[in-house]
């Protein structure tokens, strides 16, 4: 693993493109498994559109509900050269409950040019109260992606401690910009990634009304795409209009293990309808 450089700017959560494949499972039409083809245009949209990182195989990426063969081949393909050149940051989350699982993603990645892994215990950890309150320091430990709506802890840990923190919610962004975060890891950067920067760019020059004028639309644009379905869909179609406007693409229908409602796509469709409608000029279809 190459030396750490500190983030900045904004990583995106990233999502995974499935595929059907004929089950072996007895009254099993097929089963479902990760699809790497789309990956490539995927983190060409993420770049095109200001991130500057993304954090593969954490909750938006389905980690609980992936074996470790599935995982190692996420893995592989956002570390690809010409996939990990595109961005400054590759952060894997390696957690598992399996030991043996998670040494075998953890090496996978820092072998193959992880920025960093985060998991609960070495290298990245990724912030919870109870975990990030504990007196026992961790070894080798450089940053946290900070989750908890617990600023006054933030702060604590960004000014008292020599480690990197990546704010874990988009809706908090402005105001973490305010107290001297540099970094953010969220899941709408996806689709809002370059009204965020212009967000973060307000901000660095001063013009703070700006700022909180285009927040407030990002705010309420994604308040009304997690208002009603299921979010992990409608952030799937966001992100598949958009790459499907840009390249031609997308990263398809399929989920795994997902609880997925017969009418939640509908849903999903009108809720991105609402926001186009609402503030067409967020949104980049």
């Known amino acids: 693993m190459k030396p750490y450089k500190p983030m900045k700017g904004l990583l995106a959560a990233a999502q995974n493109a499935y595929k059907k494949y004929p089950s072996k499972l007895e009254g099993g039409d097929f089963a479902v498994t990760v699809d790497c083809d789309p990956i490539p245009t995927y983190a060409e949209l993420l770049r095109d559109i200001g991130v500057t990182g993304v954090f593969l195989c954490g909750t938006t990426g389905d980690f609980s509900v992936l074996s470790c063969e599935e995982r190692l081949q996420v893995q592989e393909a956002w570390l690809a050269a010409e996939v990990r050149a595109k961005f400054d940051h590759v952060i894997v989350h390696i957690g598992s409950s399996v030991w043996a699982d998670m040494i075998r993603l953890g090496e996978h990645a820092s072998g193959r040019g992880a920025s960093a892994v985060a998991v609960t215990l070495p290298s990245f950890k990724h912030h919870a109260p109870s975990i990030g309150q504990s007196s026992h320091p961790i070894p080798r430990q450089i940053g946290l992606k900070y989750t908890s709506p617990n600023f006054m802890d933030a702060f604590e840990i960004l000014t008292q401690s020599k480690l990197d923190v990546g704010i874990g919610c988009d809706e908090k962004l402005l105001a973490a910009l305010g107290m001297g975060f540099k970094s953010f890891i969220g899941s ?58 840009k390249y031609g693409s997308t990263l398809g229908d399929e989920y795994k293990c997902q609880f997925i409602l017969e009418n939640d796509e509908q849903t999903a469709d009108q809720l991105i309808d609402s926001v186009k409608a609402k503030y067409p000029d967020l949104l980049e279809f």
């Open 188 to 245: 709408t950067y996806n689709v809002f990634g370059n009204k965020f920067c212009k967000v973060i760019q307000h901000m660095e020059n001063g013009d703070f009304v700006q700022a909180q004028e285009l927040f407030a639309k990002l705010f309420d644009a994604i308040k009304i795409l997690a208002s009603d379905g299921n979010y992990k869909v409608t952030l799937r179609r966001t992100t598949n209009r958009t790459l499907l406007a």
